[in-house]
């Protein structure tokens, strides 16, 4: 074979087969699962560690009035269920706020950022593909708290329309928070260490937005402090739904819906912009797969 034959060859552009979405997905999913269960001894200790969180919050129902819980609107379960539903659907925050800027620290750290972006795979399916498990293992975590609760007593008054109630509340609790979670991952992008904002985000969201008692108890400071974080206004209305058989005829849930909306149409433009100034200067400075 001649050289020019051979240059021919080399630089003869074949064409990139697409490959179907799903397969994309599903082939992230696939690689996430088979890391995750490698660690067995850690899946063991984040499935203790929310069993024992639980009965914690359970034997501390049993020396407390329920109260302020009912003063607050939740009508059935008592400080335990109330709790409960503030543990539960912190698994969702968790994922959405870290599963992002996770896996971006983990491509990074393994060395694989750069070559899975430079194959025929998108950045916006990157991510999605990058999430999808650890939206599946939170939702598992999150049916087994409400499980464990159950067996201990925990009681829920609901309603069809109560649960696609809490669903959409659900949906809107995780997508506000995966503005968060984006625009964390655009600071470590660049920066390359954990992300302040997470940090900060994550300790002042479980201090004030009634993961654990109702924000009325709180001094007038905090919970107004506290009304500007989304958890506040998704726990209210899934705990409203849960506890109480509320849904979307009831003024309260109304409020809470409308107020994620306003905080995800302010958010989402702002997360984007930032997550694209450190993407983009990460590529520029090549620094990109760098950790």
């Not at 407390?64 to 709790?83: C, D, L, P, V």
């Not at 996770?102 to 194959?119: A, H, P, V, Y």
């Not at 609790?173 to 995966?178: E, G, N, R, T």
């Not at 989304?230 to 409203?240: E, F, M």
């Amino acid at each position: 074979m001649n050289v020019e034959r051979l240059i021919e060859i080399i630089s003869e552009d074949i064409p990139r087969r697409k490959t179907p979405l799903h397969q994309i997905i599903l082939s992230f999913i696939v690689r996430d699962f088979k890391v995750w269960w490698t660690y067995k001894f850690w899946l063991l200790l984040d499935i203790s560690g929310i069993i024992l969180f639980i009965i914690t919050y359970y034997l501390f129902s049993l020396i407390t009035t329920s109260q302020q819980i009912q003063e607050a609107g939740y009508m059935t379960g008592g400080y335990f269920t109330f709790a409960l539903i503030g543990i539960a659907f912190q698994q969702y925050v968790h994922f959405a706020v870290q599963s992002v800027n996770e896996s971006i620290r983990g491509e990074q750290w393994n060395g694989t950022m750069e070559t899975i972006l430079s194959t025929a795979t998108d950045f916006k399916v990157f991510l999605l593909g990058e999430v999808c498990f650890s939206f599946i293992v939170s939702s598992a975590l999150l049916l087994m708290s409400l499980l464990i609760g159950v067996a201990l007593g925990a009681e829920f008054h609901v309603t069809p329309s109560s649960i696609l109630t809490a669903a959409i509340l659900t949906l809107l609790l995780i997508a506000s928070h995966m503005d968060i979670g984006i625009l964390s991952a655009g600071i470590i992008m660049k920066v390359k260490q954990g992300s302040p904002v997470t940090w900060a985000f994550s300790w002042l969201s479980q201090l004030v937005s009634g993961v654990f008692y109702p924000l009325k108890i709180l001094p007038w400071y905090l919970e107004w402090i506290g009304r500007a974080f989304p958890l506040t206004y998704s726990l209210d209305g899934i705990r409203l739904c849960l506890q109480s058989g509320k849904d979307l005829t009831f003024p309260a849930i109304i409020s809470d819906i409308i107020s994620l909306v306003i905080f995800i149409v302010i958010a989402t433009p702002i997360a984007l912009y930032i997550f694209k100034i450190g993407y983009d200067a990460a590529r520029r400075d090549g620094s990109l797969g760098q950790y």
